[in-house]
C-alpha cells in the first residue's frame, strides 16, 4: 500500500520535530526527494509509488530548545548540541533546497509591527513566476518548475555571468557546501530571478539563495 510519501504526491508533506523521527526513516526521504520515486523491494517482488511532494519540516535548534535565543540560555553543551543536528544526516540537508533559523521576536518589535505586504500581492508574484516557468519548460515533457530541472537545464536556465562564478566559489568553499548544494542553490537563484522578473540569474539573486542554506554550514553547530 502507497504510504505517507505516496500520499502526499502532488501536495506537501510536513514533519514536526524532525530530529524526533527514526534516523532510518528519515534517511529513506533521501531517494524521493532526489528521483521523485519510491521503490519498495521485498522478497518476491519490488513496486515503484510516485512521490512529488513538497518536503517541509520543522525542528528545534536544541534538545533544549534555546540555542541560539537572545531571551533565554541554552543549557546543552556543544557535544549535545552537535549530536541532535547530526540526526539529520547532510545527505538530507543537501536536499532541502531552502533552510531558514528563525529567532524570537523581541516584544519590543512584535508591539510595533507594521502591516507586511498582503499575500493576494504576494499570490499574483508567485503566479506570475510559476508561468514564467510554465513557459521556460512547455517543450520539455514532465517538467513543470524550477525544481524539476536536471542539470543540464540548470546549465541552460540558470547559468550566473563572471560574477555570479566567484560568488559561488567563494561560497562553497567559506561555507564547505557540497556539490548537491551547488545545485540547489542555483534552481532556488532561479526561482527567485523568475519572483524578480528577471532573464537572468544576477548576484543578488545568488546572494539570496545563498542565505537559504543554514543548517548545511560546517560551523552551524559551532556558532
Not at 89 to 100: A, E, F, T, V
Request: charged share 20%; with cysteine.
Amino acid at each position: 500500500m502507497p504510504g505517507e510519501i505516496s500520499l502526499a504526491h502532488h501536495g506537501v508533506l510536513f514533519c514536526d520535530e524532525l530530529p524526533e523521527f527514526n534516523k532510518h526513516t528519515l534517511e529513506v526521504l533521501r531517494q524521493p526527494l532526489e528521483d521523485r520515486m519510491i521503490t519498495i523491494s521485498r522478497a518476491k517482488y519490488n513496486i515503484t509509488f510516485p512521490c512529488s511532494f513538497m518536503f517541509v519540516a520543522s525542528m528545534n535548534p536544541c534538545p533544549c530548545g534555546y540555542y541560539g535565543d537572545p531571551t533565554h540560555h541554552c543549557v546543552c553543551s556543544p557535544g549535545q548540541i552537535q549530536h541532535y543536528m547530526n540526526k539529520i544526516s547532510g545527505p538530507l540537508l543537501d536536499r532541502i533546497d531552502i533552510q531558514c533559523e528563525i529567532t524570537p521576536v523581541p516584544f519590543a518589535d512584535i508591539s510595533r509591527a507594521t502591516p507586511g505586504e498582503p499575500s493576494a500581492t504576494i499570490r499574483e508574484r508567485v503566479m506570475k513566476a510559476r508561468e514564467i516557468q510554465t513557459q521556460r519548460f512547455n517543450t520539455h515533457k514532465a517538467i513543470h518548475c524550477n525544481a524539476q530541472m536536471t542539470e543540464r537545464m540548470i546549465h541552460q536556465y540558470a547559468e550566473p555571468d563572471a560574477a555570479g562564478i566567484e560568488l559561488l566559489k567563494t561560497a562553497m568553499q567559506r561555507l564547505s557546501l557540497s556539490a548537491r548544494a551547488y545545485s540547489r542553490i542555483l534552481k532556488v537563484a532561479r526561482t527567485i530571478a523568475d519572483l524578480d522578473a528577471s532573464a537572468q540569474v544576477l548576484p543578488h539573486h545568488l546572494s539570496e539563495a545563498i542565505s537559504y542554506r543554514q543548517l548545511d554550514r560546517g560551523d552551524w553547530g559551532e556558532r
